[in-house]
């Protein structure tokens, strides 16, 4: 089994982390946390474990966040004894190769995606009755149990050959959609996610701050759950507006001053303050941060109106400083996710992926042009250095295993 990993190997982090300014390659030198090994074949830990064997995989920020060593010890999530080793790779479609003998919801030669694997253990994956709250509603990835290691934990993760894996941490997927549709159920879900939690209203305007993947799937999660509302969109490069303008966007704010597109599209007004300081009264009903950064999420609070509505969507992995001042002072909601979990819709409860299936086999999302490279694992620095580059032209690169 080939695969890459990161350990949560704190001294290794610090040492990468100080020579990396100077020694952009040592992130995969011998000094780093991080390996792609060869290792044996896993046997199945349990009873309900299967085997996967791996399809396509997307290269995601997160897992290049881990592997370039961008996180930060200090955070909160790496205080979790459940965090230990991260096997790369989450976007991920693959076939079952062998079942536990008391596996009941899959068998031999059935598609499936990543579904909570790499967000961690729940109570499914751990067997422990009763669930807790959050996954006896459906919100796996917020387990109150993640970190009590009961059970074993798979091995091998996206990119690689295959991984191992308990039955409740995979999803099947239909014979309907294809290797590409399924591999992208997970980042069109997390759009799917991020637009339920503050959904825009038909006479209500939103603003999507960034458009690489996560901002585009966005946009076409709002386009398809609230289709009369306003949404603008930020798009630094020019593939990427044109793929914004593809999925329905009303503005794009390409170079223009941020500050001043957001006066013109909603008629708020702008105020400069000493040292470069600068505030909007009025402004958009809902902001997407779609990137995550100190300073996307320091203007959006200035980019919402009084009483409006910030969503991060787009992370981090390390401590900021920002200014949450507008929190008090404009009465600012600023709400988070992880990722994908429940959702309530037209009155229904679905699982993400579930929703997000079904609005792909309607045709109210899609997948054209945003898989735009291609790599064999064997090219996987290649591969990565592709996906950091966006004068590549690329949204999603993938490696394809077929």
């Excluded at 200035?302 to 409006?308: K, L, P, V, Y």
């Excluded at 507008?326 to 037209?346: A, F, K, R, V, Y």
Aim: aromatic letters at 8%; charged letters at 20%.
């Amino acid at each position: 089994m080939r695969t890459i990993y990161v350990d949560k190997d704190i001294p290794r982090m610090l040492a990468v982390k100080a020579v990396k300014p100077v020694w952009g390659n040592v992130v995969y030198s011998r000094l780093s946390s991080s390996r792609f090994v060869d290792l044996p074949d896993p046997e199945l830990p349990g009873p309900r474990w299967i085997r996967l064997k791996n399809r396509m995989c997307g290269i995601c920020a997160t897992d290049l966040s881990l592997l370039t060593v961008d996180a930060d010890p200090k955070i909160a999530p790496a205080a979790l004894p459940g965090h230990q080793r991260f096997y790369l790779g989450h976007e991920v479609v693959s076939t079952v190769e062998e079942v536990g003998p008391d596996v009941t919801t899959l068998k031999v030669g059935d598609r499936v995606i990543m579904w909570t694997r790499f967000q961690g253990a729940n109570c499914l994956s751990q067997e422990i009755e009763p669930p807790c709250r959050q996954c006896e509603a459906g919100n796996y990835p917020l387990c109150e149990n993640a970190s009590k290691g009961i059970g074993p934990r798979g091995v091998g993760g996206g990119w690689g050959d295959g991984y191992t894996a308990h039955e409740f941490e995979v999803y099947p997927v239909p014979d309907t959609l294809s290797d590409e549709q399924a591999m992208m159920v997970e980042p069109l879900g997390v759009g799917v996610h991020t637009a339920l939690r503050k959904l825009p209203q038909a006479d209500e305007r939103a603003l999507i701050v960034g458009s690489g993947i996560a901002g585009l799937c966005t946009l076409q999660a709002l386009r398809a759950l609230s289709p009369a509302c306003h949404i603008s969109i930020m798009a630094r490069y020019p593939h990427q507006q044109e793929m914004a303008r593809k999925f329905g966007a009303d503005e794009i704010i390409g170079s223009e001053d941020s500050y001043e597109a957001v006066a013109r599209i909603t008629g708020a007004i702008v105020y400069n303050g000493m040292m470069g300081n600068r505030m909007c009264l009025g402004g958009f009903d809902v902001v997407f941060d779609c990137v995550g950064s100190a300073q996307t999420i320091q203007h959006s609070l200035r980019w919402a109106r009084s009483g409006g509505t910030v969503v991060q969507s787009g992370i981090t992995l390390a401590p900021m400083h920002v200014d949450l001042t507008p929190i008090w002072n404009q009465e600012i909601d600023l709400i988070g996710l992880n990722s994908h979990g429940c959702e309530t819709w037209n009155g229904k409860q679905y699982e993400t992926f579930a929703l997000t299936i079904e609005l792909l086999q309607q045709g109210k999302l899609t997948i054209d042009g945003l898989v735009t490279h291609r790599f064999t694992l064997e090219r996987w620095q290649e591969a990565i250095a592709t996906a950091q580059d966006k004068r590549s032209k690329s949204i999603r690169v993938a490696f394809d295993y077929r």
